[in-house]
Each structure stands twice: as C-alpha cells, then as structure tokens.
C-alpha cells in the first residue's frame, strides 16, 4: 500500500545539494509536497499554516521563474537579491524555512517520545521554533491549530497502512528537511542576510 511520503510529488529525500548549494526548482517541489502534510491533521485551524507557506513558496518561485539562472540554488536566489530594496523571495526563503524548520521539530519530537499525543508535540516544538517570531496577534492562532491536532494513532494511518514502512520512510524524510533547513539558515547567518526581514 502506498504511503504519504509514496504519493509525494518530491521529497526533500530527493532534493539535489551540490557543494552545499541547495537545487530551488526541487526545493520548491518538495516544499508543496509537506504543505499537504497539514491536509492529514484535519483540522481549518492549520489552513494558516499552509496559507503561510504556500504564500512563500510563490514568492520564491516567481523570482525562479523570472530568473533561472540567477535563482538556480536557493543560495544564489538571496544573492540575487542581496542588493536590491524589495527582497521578496530571500524574505519568503526565510519564513518558509521556519515554517520547515517547525514541521520537522513537530515531528521529530512525534518520533522521539512515542508516548506523547500531537497536541503536545506540536506545541512544544512551536515553542522552540516559531513561537520567538510571532506577536500577539498570531500566537494564539497557532496555539489553537495545535490544540486541533488529531490522536497520535489517527495521524499515523493517515500516513499509510503499512506503519513499518512509514516509519522508515518518515525518519528518511526528517533527516532529510532538518539537513536541507539547518543548510539554509547557516548561509543566512553566515551573511546576515535575514536582516531586517
């Protein structure tokens, strides 16, 4: 049986980092591929969440689109528009990875206490993650999409019937987004580049 991460239009698995420089057109991919991750915890209250994102990834992807060769590795995309006054994609390059950088903790920490139901695990990686960037106005819409998180065991078979593999497969695909976003904010920090945005 196929699994979420089967029916995957790209997996960050799959996203190409040649000498640390990761491929945009295959980030982007994977990226839309884990907002539909939010779709299997069933709740409205994460449509912000995916509205974020996906806000995002346009932002990245137009700047791909206008200019390939210059936008070719998510690295040489914020290069691109080091100078310039407008800096929509490096901006929505940021905020996207926070965004990544929260599902991945979500879920790393789903992996590593077995013990512990979603509306936990999801709250207290939002306090680790996110939570530092939001003012009044959005925390508690986040605090509420974590309280509207599913049971543990229904999120899972939402994953896929076979849990093994599941299993194997989401470990696989976390590795994966936690090398491909501590990538990314290396070379933001590296450049001060996520300065004032």
């Known amino acids: 049986m196929a699994t979420f991460f089967d029916n995957m239009n790209k997996s960050f698995v799959d996203v190409p980092v040649v000498d640390g420089k990761i491929d945009t057109a295959a980030f982007l991919d994977a990226?839309?591929?884990?907002?539909?991750?939010?779709?299997?915890?069933?709740?409205?209250?994460?449509?912000?969440?995916q509205n974020d994102m996906n806000g995002n990834i346009k932002k990245i992807r137009t700047k791909f689109l206008a200019e390939p060769l210059a936008a070719g590795t998510l690295q040489?995309?914020?290069?691109?528009?080091?100078?310039?006054?407008?800096?929509?994609?490096t901006?929505?390059?940021?905020?996207?990875?926070r965004g990544l950088q929260f599902t991945?903790?979500?879920?790393r920490e789903t992996v590593d206490t077995p013990d512990a139901e979603l509306t936990k695990t999801?709250?207290?990686?939002?306090?680790?993650?996110?939570?530092?960037?939001?003012?009044?106005?959005i925390k508690p819409v986040f605090?509420?999409?974590?309280?509207?998180?599913?049971y543990r065991k229904d999120f899972y078979a939402k994953?896929?019937?076979?849990?093994?593999?599941?299993?194997?497969?989401?470990?696989?695909?976390?590795v994966a987004v936690e090398k491909i976003v501590a990538n990314i904010f290396a070379f933001f920090e590296s450049g001060n580049y996520g300065k004032g945005l």
Do not use: I, N
């Not at 040489?76 to 994609?89: C, G, P, Q, T």
């Open 31 to 49: 990226s839309e591929s884990l907002v539909k991750l939010f779709d299997l915890l069933g709740s409205s209250a994460f449509s912000v969440v």
């Open 76 to 89: 040489d995309l914020v290069l691109s528009e080091k100078d310039a006054k407008k800096k929509d994609a």
């Open 91 to 97: 901006q929505g390059l940021l905020w996207l990875s």
């Open 104 to 107: 991945a903790q979500s879920l």
């Open 122 to 137: 999801f709250t207290d990686a939002y306090g680790k993650t996110l939570s530092k960037y939001h003012g009044m106005l």
């Open 143 to 150: 605090k509420l999409a974590m309280k509207a998180c599913p």
């Open 159 to 174: 994953l896929g019937s076979d849990q093994t593999k599941v299993d194997v497969q989401l470990q696989e695909w976390l």
